[in-house]
């Protein structure tokens, strides 16, 4: 017995020189500053354009760039990568406005002040959110699972325009970026996983094809994480509760918290 404990300390040494971080991570969660409509909640959104906003995103960039990361990845497609970049070396020369998206706003800002030439993509869009099929479902076959997303629903939007009304941009990101905010966006796919019968999986299928699609885009993340370098990476909301997740999990990639970098002082 004391031979094979021995033996499994010597394996389990091993094993963790393998599982040696490798690489940082760093993950901003956010709402869509221009709000395209495409999320089921739809609402009202902070004007990040205010001198006060503008000024506070100058800050925060800073404090992003002082991580020092050697890539920024941003949730845009592939076909975009040239468009993007493109337009950052446009914002390079002093050439172009940023439009109000986080990806501007944020994304370009951080990785000029790093000192990067081009910024990265992570979006992944082949895999798709089935929840046409699911919604279609429930409205045919479950009036009551039904009834309880539309007020899921109503609550939500009704709580995010009462918070986008109320809260400064660094109280929204601080909130954006919280364990309980995760655990309510997470919690609306298990709430619908139930869905459907002995013959099919429509609610579960709905949200493993959510699960599916964000696991491509880590994977964009791993594979610059992995060449040893420091990331930063800004997405949803809704994609970061499930990407903390499994960066959590990831033994050869650190986290570093954005909230330590969202600064609510003016």
């Known amino acids: 017995m004391k031979k094979f404990l021995t033996l499994w ?17 760093m993950l901003l969660g956010t709402f869509h500053f221009n709000n395209p409509g495409l999320d089921v ?3 009202d959104v902070l004007d990040v354009t205010t001198k006060e906003n503008q000024a506070y995103l100058v800050s925060f960039s800073k404090r992003v760039a002082a991580y020092d990361p050697q890539v920024v990845m941003l949730e845009f497609e592939p076909k975009d990568h040239v468009t993007m970049n ?18 501007y706003q944020i994304g370009f800002r951080v990785a000029k002040l790093a000192g990067l030439k081009e910024v990265h993509g992570f979006d ?13 479902y429930i409205k045919q076959n479950d009036s009551k699972l039904n009834a309880q997303v539309e007020e899921k629903i109503r609550w939500h939007t009704e709580r995010t325009n ?8 660094a109280e929204l990101l601080h909130q954006h970026n919280s364990d309980d905010a995760d655990l309510v966006n997470k919690g609306f796919y298990l709430m619908t996983n139930a869905a459907g019968d002995e013959n099919n999986f429509v609610g579960a299928d709905a949200a493993a094809s959510w699960w599916h699609r964000n696991f491509r885009m880590y994977a964009k993340l791993q594979r610059q994480a992995l060449k040893n370098k420091r990331v930063f990476a ?16 990831d033994e050869n990639i650190s986290s570093v918290d954005i909230n330590s970098y969202i600064s609510t002082k003016k």
Do not use: C
């Open 234 to 249: 800004i997405a949803g909301q809704g994609h970061t509760a499930i990407l903390k997740d499994l960066l959590k999990a």
């Open 124 to 136: 992944e869009r082949e895999i798709g959110w089935q929840g046409s099929e699911l919604f279609d």
């Open 162 to 169: 009462h918070d986008q009304s109320n809260m400064t941009l």
């Open 86 to 103: 493109q337009e950052y070396q446009q914002y390079l020369a002093g050439d172009f406005e940023l439009p109000v998206n986080e990806m």
């Open 9 to 25: 300390l010597v394996v389990f040494t091993i094993a963790g020189s393998y599982a040696k971080e490798s690489g940082q991570i």
């Open 41 to 43: 909640v739809k609402s």
